[in-house]
């Protein structure tokens, strides 16, 4: 089993920045792969950014790349979420999620790839 609590979200204006944290615990073989995914209203939730955390290997949405980093603290056990240059758009709950190491093989995971998530965090951008 896998549990993962999301900190960090908040209400920021256009061009700002916040910083995302999850902490994670349980198997280490279920966790991977860890991702950021994000739901706005009345829309489908989406991958944002995800990391193998064994090989530390990145992939991001095309929406997001060159403003958003996804990384990781192993003596933590926590992956993180830093965002700069936020926009209106990028308003939504985050979620971080977690899966086995297939979930990180190609690009950002699907949500049936994802065996646990977190309870969101929300950020808003004004």
């Known amino acids: 089993h896998v549990q993962l609590v999301e900190s960090g979200g908040g209400s920021v204006q256009a061009g700002g920045s916040l910083r995302l944290s999850c902490a994670a615990s349980?198997?280490?073989?279920?966790?991977?792969?860890m991702a950021w995914f994000r739901q706005a209203p009345g829309k489908e939730r989406e991958g944002v950014a995800r990391?193998?955390?064994?090989?530390?290997?990145?992939y991001y949405a095309d929406s997001v790349k060159g403003r958003f980093t996804i990384s990781q603290d192993n003596a933590k056990n926590t992956v993180y979420l830093q965002m700069n240059s936020l926009k209106p758009e990028d308003t939504a709950m985050y979620y971080c999620?977690?899966?086995?190491?297939?979930?990180?093989?190609?690009?950002?995971?699907?949500?049936?790839?994802?065996?646990?998530w977190g309870q969101g965090t929300q950020v808003t951008v004004s």
């Open positions: 999620a977690a899966g086995s190491s297939t979930a990180c093989s190609r690009g950002l995971p699907g949500r049936a790839q994802i065996g646990y």
């Open positions: 349980g198997y280490t073989y279920n966790r991977n792969c």
């Open positions: 990391i193998a955390t064994g090989s530390g290997n990145t």
